[in-house]
């Protein structure tokens, strides 16, 4: 399984990003799929998981202004991010997990916000 996210870029605050993650390879054996970032000097953090049936859930940080979702016949995930802060500034990251608990990484894509 591979994931390939794509999307970021440099946005002002309050801005909208929409990020995308394409998986490819074994897609049947993929479970749950999320959203993490992780700002310099930071630890990796959860954004949004969303399962195989497009249940999502939020961080705190975000709830009301990012809204994931899952495309299973595109095989891609999306993150929706609107009225972006300079905070939201991170490389993010999709994260695949399989039916049998193999963790899957894409290579992150940078986004930016400028105030």
């Known amino acids: 399984v591979q994931l390939q996210a794509s999307g970021g870029g440099l946005v002002q605050a309050v801005g909208s990003l929409r990020l995308s993650c394409a998986v490819f390879?074994?897609?049947?054996?993929?479970?749950?799929m999320a959203w993490y970032r992780q700002a310099p000097g930071k630890q990796r953090e959860l954004v949004a998981p969303i399962t195989s049936g497009g249940n999502t859930n939020y961080a705190d940080s975000v709830k009301g202004r990012f809204a994931a979702s899952r495309d299973n016949a595109r095989n891609t995930v999306y993150l929706q991010m609107n009225s972006l802060k300079p905070e939201d500034a991170a490389v993010y990251y999709c994260?695949?997990?399989?039916?049998?608990?193999?963790?899957?990484w894409g290579q992150g894509t940078l986004v930016t916000v400028s105030s």
């Open positions: 994260n695949a997990e399989s039916y049998t608990g193999s963790l899957y």
């Open positions: 390879g074994s897609i049947f054996s993929i479970n749950t």
